[in-house]
């Protein structure tokens, strides 16, 4: 069975930073891109960002372009998401997701594998 399961979500006051993982098992970790989207409260799911397989090709986002990493160890099948300067519009539910494509990734919906998400609460 093939599950990504995110954690380091939480409450967080404006302007401070957070630390996003994604775990993954039950398929080949390492041939697969990740994505990071998040959905706020009455938006559509958004693309964050995204690391392609071996971790050379990155993608950001509008949203958290210049204030955000995203890195992976295939080691530990995990990917990383760092956000920096978070503000209230942050906010939402974050979810990592896999897509078999082997040389780059896309901030596109039409990832093969889903995690539930991690809620993520920016408020003073």
């Known amino acids: 069975q093939q599950l990504l399961v995110e954690s380091g979500g939480g409450l967080v006051q404006p302007g401070n930073s957070l630390s996003l993982a994604c775990v993954g098992s039950?398929?080949?970790?390492?041939?697969?891109?990740i994505g990071w989207f998040r959905q706020g409260p009455g938006k559509e799911r958004e693309g964050l960002s995204c690391?392609?397989?071996?971790?050379?090709?990155?993608n950001y986002g509008d949203s958290l372009l210049g204030r955000a990493i995203i890195s992976r160890d295939n080691s530990k099948q995990a990917v990383y998401l760092q956000i920096d300067g978070l503000q209230p519009e942050d906010s939402g539910t974050y979810y990592c997701?896999?897509?078999?494509?082997?040389?780059?990734?896309?901030?596109?919906?039409?990832?093969?594998?889903w995690g539930r998400g991690t809620q993520v609460s920016v408020s003073s």
């Open positions: 039950g398929f080949t970790f390492e041939k697969y891109a």
């Open positions: 997701a896999a897509d078999q494509i082997p040389l780059a990734c896309g901030l596109y919906q039409e990832y093969d594998y």
């Open positions: 690391i392609s397989a071996k971790g050379d090709i990155t």
